[in-house]
């Protein structure tokens, strides 16, 4: 597609559920990130895919966040039992692989909101 | 490792006036900087970047940035703020031996008339 879509846009949720946050790339794009921005935090690395390397899964903060991409194109976030330190918005982005990721950049959706009430 | 520091969660200025957003980054290697914007309830929208060519860049919206190598910073400056301006900024830092962005804590820019 034309750019980085993620669903839902927002999502509340109750304590203890499992969400699922979706991610589908721009086409082409072989570097795949998610994000988890918090308020006065920044932004947070979580998980990036290459290709069809393992996953870097060294910015997941728990057993209960997990992630994969399917076919090399979309990927879902899933989160288990949510609490409530989990709210926050998750930002996808994709790139190109190598040196044309600086080249070309890295894309960005405009994220979800998840709220665990 | 990397790491990138914004000085001031905040930054407020009058229309008209000069911008200036400070960021310090740390990297053992040769780094690759963004300074990426975010407005309300949206993704990031990239500024402008350093790649290892021009110590200046020119971005968007009239922005542009000098990489200085000896003080580690990339600054993001613009002459004349607009109130379209107001938003949130981010500065990002990747190199060589990484594949993903570090980002500062981000910067929020307000604008008054």
């Known amino acids: 597609g034309a750019g980085v879509s993620q669903s839902p846009s927002n999502k509340v949720t109750e304590k203890g559920k499992d969400v699922e946050l979706r991610c589908d790339p721009i086409s082409g794009h072989t570097a795949l990130y998610w994000y988890r921005q918090s308020l006065g935090q920044g932004l947070e690395f979580l998980i990036y895919?290459?290709?069809?390397?393992?996953?870097?899964k060294s910015g997941l903060p728990s057993d209960r966040f997990s992630a994969e991409r399917t076919g090399g194109s979309v990927s879902t976030l899933t989160i288990q039992r949510t609490q409530q330190e989990d709210s926050a918005v998750y930002l996808c982005?994709?790139?190109?692989?190598?040196?044309?990721?600086?080249?070309?950049?890295?894309?960005f959706g405009s994220g979800t909101r998840l709220t665990v009430v | 490792a990397q790491s990138v520091t914004q000085l001031g969660s905040h930054v407020s200025v009058s229309e008209g006036a000069l911008v200036l957003l400070r960021c310090n980054y740390s990297?053992?290697?040769?780094?690759?900087l963004f300074w990426y914007v975010q407005y309300p309830n949206q993704g990031l929208q990239l500024l402008l970047k350093?790649?290892?060519?021009?110590?200046l860049v020119k971005g968007i919206n009239g922005f542009e940035a000098e990489f200085k190598k000896s003080e580690t910073s990339f600054h993001l400056t613009k002459p004349s703020a607009h109130m379209s301006d107001a938003a949130e900024y981010f500065c990002a830092v990747t190199s060589s031996g990484y594949s993903t962005l570090t980002f500062g804590k981000g910067t929020m820019l307000l604008v008054s008339p």
């Open positions: 982005a994709s790139s190109l692989g190598g040196a044309d990721r600086v080249r070309y950049g890295y894309t």
């Open positions: 990297s053992s290697v040769p780094p690759y």
């Open positions: 895919f290459q290709g069809n390397s393992a996953p870097d």
């Open positions: 350093y790649t290892s060519a021009a110590t």
